[in-house]
């Protein structure tokens, strides 16, 4: 599991590659967490290559929701691929997140 | 007729076959008892013989010895008598020399011829020596009444020019002793004889030698001279004062008495018999060299055959002994004969009887094989070999509610009593296992019932197993019987808790044990008359040979068959004592209920092994890549679950995944051995929320829920047991 993080004008873009399982969240949780301070700016997760996530990925993803939330940034979720979705779709994530498609 | 047709149909003799039997053994008897008697008597004589010639030499040998010594005391002085020829003063000192330097010559003179001294006409020196102290003392043979040189120990050498020995005579200075003489002539320088050398030895020595010789108490020995005097005798009045001619004058067989002593005096050796005073004697004869004399030993018939007419004796007295049993004998086996008729129809009648009740006994055990046809998990075949008479093996199985009841028992002891009890055990067995599906609790209560009304004493050594054909969970108890083996990837003895036989106290407890059986495990259940079946040479088939016997994979009935013939290979011509009792048991169920396993660490980390675990799984099942990740995402979710949640922090557990795929179903289970932990019991999460209300926990069983058919949990034997499913 990887992570790349680039900023560019207030716009942080976060880039997955790999399965975000149980131990890949564990693994990015600490710089999850300390990207959560940021919440105030526009965060951008590209998913383009993220093949799989479980439930902790996808508590890693309302958390920083939530801090979204709270200190009026903004996330959005782009390119995810259909396995994805349904993940999303089966926990209702599709409401919480704004989606992007790069078409 | 008729009687004598009824004795032969009872297998008897008749009187007159009898009479026969009694008469062909007396005369084989006798006959024997006579060609024995004549061999022996024959092996006898030739006995006395090879006896008598040995100690006729052996005597010789001795009496060559002392003249041998004699010659050559003689012999070794000549030298110095011839020397002193030429100084007659010095003549005296000859004989004195023989004398003192040999010891078995008793005297000895050195007698010149008449007139070859002017001085000396007539000079004969004798040196004797005291026969009582030993000294030596001199005389002189020149007297007017001795007339030395008529003596014929003087002119026998001179007439001969050579050594002499004398014919023996009593020595008339001496006493009583038998002498005899040896004389050699002494010659001077022109070669004429000057003089005679003699050395005198005393022949008491002889009477002692040949009278110690004692071939047969009875027997006695005689010696002769060259003129047929009677030198040694057991009758001393005729020693030196008769000669075997005139003894042989006054005897009945003259003849053969003379052809005796013409043998003996021309120095033959040779054996002869003699009759005299009405008694057969063989006598055996042998001469001395160089002195003339005979030596023979007489030995009477009568004493030479005193052995073998003693012998003869007893045997015939045996023999009159076996023959008189003989007809008691046949008398009273005559009379037993109806007895004995009776006894083996009675024995017949019984053993006809033991038949039918063995009969009864195997129509109560399971015979018909495959007994469950319509199962696929279950192989099974069993066989009683029963011993001649008829024995206390039993066996017995039949399934209830999916279980197998199966046991294996050995009744103490044998016979009717044995398979009585062994009756009552499969009635017993039945009756407790209808409503208990535990061996304990069954062995129990049968030991309780059999100990009750045991006076007998019998016990029964006794296997009960109760298999669940589902699960191929194995329960057993082992009442005393020797351990079942149990074939897995190995083979080895189904371990055993020592309880005792069934039948010996009532109100004991037994201990039940437990094992599981995966697809294609068996187990073999014998009685000792397998492993303690004994060839020929009583070595047991043992153990081990069992063991042996199991090895490749077959079907029940081959197995059992294979080992039936091995152990008959084994046996051999040797008789079977013991029931020989096998059940085989081939489990079959629990096939490819869960093909698939994966065994896991309470790390999370481990969670990297599920997908090509799932992926596996799915290739089975041919699934898609998107409900193949669906797969993964759920059991994911369940195993950091029991990860997180069932093992406390720091301690080391283990999961346990198998999974199956069966007619479009799969099928997960999670086993972990945490605190009890049942994920289902958590509140169902509501994803239609909105993100203030949403908490953050609680997706993963939702998810297990939405991807999965059915979720359950069960906490059992200490262990959380999640099973998840999914048709597709």
């Known amino acids: 599991m990887e992570v790349n993080i680039t900023r560019e004008n207030n716009i942080i873009t976060v880039r997955f590659s790999g399965r975000m399982d149980t131990p890949g969240a564990q693994e990015i949780t600490p710089k999850m967490n300390t990207l959560a301070e940021e919440a105030d700016k526009t965060i951008i997760l590209d998913c383009t290559d993220l093949s799989y996530i479980s439930s902790s990925g996808l508590r890693i993803f309302l958390t920083l929701r939530k801090a979204a939330a709270d200190k009026g940034g903004k996330i959005i979720v782009r390119n995810i691929c259909d396995s994805i979705r349904s993940v999303f779709m089966m926990t209702g994530f599709l409401n919480l997140f704004e989606i992007q498609s790069a078409k | 007729m008729k009687s004598n047709k009824k004795d032969n149909k009872k297998g008897g003799l008749s009187i007159k076959s009898r009479l026969l039997l009694v008469v062909v053994a007396t005369i084989t008897l006798e006959a024997t008892a006579i060609i024995q008697f004549v061999f022996a008597q024959r092996e006898i004589k030739q006995e006395a013989s090879l006896r008598a010639k040995s100690e006729l030499t052996s005597a010789e040998h001795k009496i060559m010895d002392v003249v041998n010594q004699a010659e050559a005391a003689v012999r070794n002085s000549i030298w110095v008598a011839e020397w002193c020829l030429e100084y007659p003063d010095s003549l005296h000192r000859i004989p004195q020399r023989v004398v003192s330097e040999n010891p078995v010559v008793v005297g000895s003179t050195m007698a010149l011829v008449p007139g070859y001294n002017a001085e000396h006409p007539l000079y004969a020196p004798y040196v004797a020596r005291d026969l009582e102290t030993g000294k030596l003392r001199t005389l002189s043979l020149a007297t007017e009444e001795y007339d030395y040189p008529s003596m014929e120990w003087f002119t026998k050498p001179i007439e001969l ?490 301690t080391d557990g283990l999961v346990d995944i198998d999974a199956s795929v069966v007619e479009h179903k799969i099928t997960f289970v999670i086993t972990d051995s945490g605190i009890a932990f049942d994920p289902t019991a958590k509140e169902e999460v509501d994803i239609t929320l909105g993100m203030d209300e949403r908490p953050i926990g609680g997706l993963g069983i939702h998810l297990v829920r939405t991807i999965m058919d059915t979720v359950s949990y069960e906490r059992k034997e200490e262990q959380n047991i999640l099973t998840i499913t999914k048709s597709y």
């Open chain 2, 161 to 650: 020019n050579d050594s002499y020995w004398s014919e023996p005579y009593f020595d008339e200075n001496g006493g009583d002793i038998l002498m005899t003489t040896f004389s050699m002539p002494v010659k001077d320088k022109n070669g004429t004889i000057a003089a005679i050398l003699t050395a005198d030895i005393s022949l008491d020595w002889l009477t002692e030698l040949i009278g110690d010789i004692k071939v047969y108490p009875n027997a006695f020995n005689m010696v002769i001279s060259r003129k047929g005097n009677i030198m040694v005798c057991p009758v001393e009045t005729l020693v030196m004062n008769t000669t075997v001619d005139q003894f042989a004058m006054e005897s009945e067989d003259y003849e053969a008495l003379d052809r005796v002593n013409q043998a003996m005096l021309s120095g033959q050796s040779g054996e002869m018999p003699v009759r005299y005073q009405g008694e057969t004697n063989h006598v055996y004869f042998s001469p001395v060299e160089r002195t003339g004399w005979s030596m023979s030993i007489v030995l009477p018939e009568k004493e030479l055959f005193s052995g073998v007419r003693r012998i003869g004796m007893i045997v015939k007295l045996l023999q009159l002994l076996g023959v008189a049993m003989l007809i008691v004998i046949l008398r009273v086996a005559a009379k037993n004969q109806a007895k004995y008729q009776s006894l083996n129809e009675q024995k017949e009648r019984i053993e006809n009887e033991l038949h039918i009740a063995r009969e009864i006994q195997m129509a109560m055990i399971p015979k018909t094989f495959p007994p469950f046809p319509e199962r696929k998990d279950l192989d099974l075949a069993a066989s009683i070999i029963p011993a001649k008479e008829v024995g206390g093996d039993l066996y017995d199985f039949f399934i209830r509610d999916e279980k197998l009841f199966f046991c294996i028992g050995d009744v103490s002891g044998k016979g009717i009593p044995a398979s009585l009890v062994m009756a009552v055990t499969r009635s017993l067995f039945r009756a407790m296992s209808a409503h208990e599906d535990s061996p304990a609790k069954i062995i129990a209560s049968m030991n309780d019932t059999m100990s009750e009304s045991n006076e007998s004493n019998m016990f029964v050594t006794f296997f009960c197993g109760v298999l669940d054909l589902n699960a191929g969970h194995l329960r057993y108890c082992n009442a005393g019987h020797n351990p079942p083996m149990i074939l897995t990837d190995a083979i080895r003895m189904l371990p055993l808790e020592p309880n005792v036989p069934l039948g010996i106290l009532k109100g004991m407890d037994f201990v039940e044990q437990e094992t599981t059986f995966n697809y294609d495990d068996a187990l073999l259940l014998y009685t000792d008359g397998l492993s303690e079946a004994e060839n020929a040479a009583h070595e047991q088939f043992g153990e081990s040979r069992v063991e042996e016997a199991l090895h490749g994979r077959k079907s029940a009935e081959a197995h059992l068959e294979n080992i039936k013939q091995k152990v008959s290979l084994f046996v051999g011509d040797a008789p079977q004592s013991d029931d020989l009792t096998i059940l085989f048991i081939h489990y079959l169920g629990n096939e490819n209920k869960y093909p698939h396993h994966l065994t896991l660490h309470n790390d999370i980390e481990q969670i990297s092994l599920l997908p090509e675990f799932v992926e596996t799984v799915a290739d089975q099942a041919k699934l898609d890549p998107e409900t193949t990740m669906n797969l993964n995402l759920a059991l994911e979710e369940a195993v950091a679950n029991v990860i997180s949640y069932a093992y406390p922090k720091g």
